[in-house]
């Protein structure tokens, strides 16, 4: 991925987003510095969502930096059809051997035998964990994730959080 040199690569400036009678956001700024892992917390429809969709939309008052390549998560992504295999899923946009995408999908659980498996007879949660492993992998500078850690079992989550300090540098 391009290496970002703008200090704040994701800005917001005086944004504002309604919906009804409801304001998710009134004049509300913020910074995102280079490097930074910033994790938006809230309940239930207090905008963390429809932030990360301002974001990647480049709605009125969001700058991003022309160089930054995102990488997007998305909080129901767990459906997916295809008949292409785990392996040759992760190898599209990858610039990682194969067996360092081996490795992360050993440390995500997958066993040998599962590499070969057609994507649509993986369960929700194998799908997860896949999305996930190719996110981390791939050639992005910044990755905004919306609840990456549901439908994931704990050993899965002690892997995740392990994986992403090891792959995302």
Known sequence: ALELHNPYPIVGTEINKIF?????????????PLGAKVALTG????????????????EEG???SPKAKIGYFAQNG????SNQ??????????????????????????KQ????????VLS??????????????????I??????????DIPSLEVFGNTNEGVCR
């Open 20 to 32: 009804g009678d409801k304001a998710l956001f009134e004049n509300a700024s913020f910074q995102i």
């Open 43 to 58: 309940g239930n429809g207090t905008g963390k969502t429809t932030l990360i969709q301002m974001i990647l939309n480049h």
């Open 62 to 64: 969001i700058s991003i």
């Open 78 to 81: 767990y459906k997916y059809n």
């Open 85 to 110: 295999n785990v392996m040759e899923f992760m190898q599209e946009d990858c610039d990682y051997n194969i067996s360092e995408i081996r490795s992360v999908l050993a440390s995500m659980g997958f």
């Open 113 to 120: 035998n599962d590499i070969g498996k057609s994507l649509s």
């Open 124 to 141: 929700g949660g194998e799908i997860i964990k896949l999305l996930l492993a190719k996110m981390l992998m791939g050639r992005y500078n």
């Open 143 to 152: 990755l905004l994730m919306d609840e990456p850690s549901n439908f994931l």
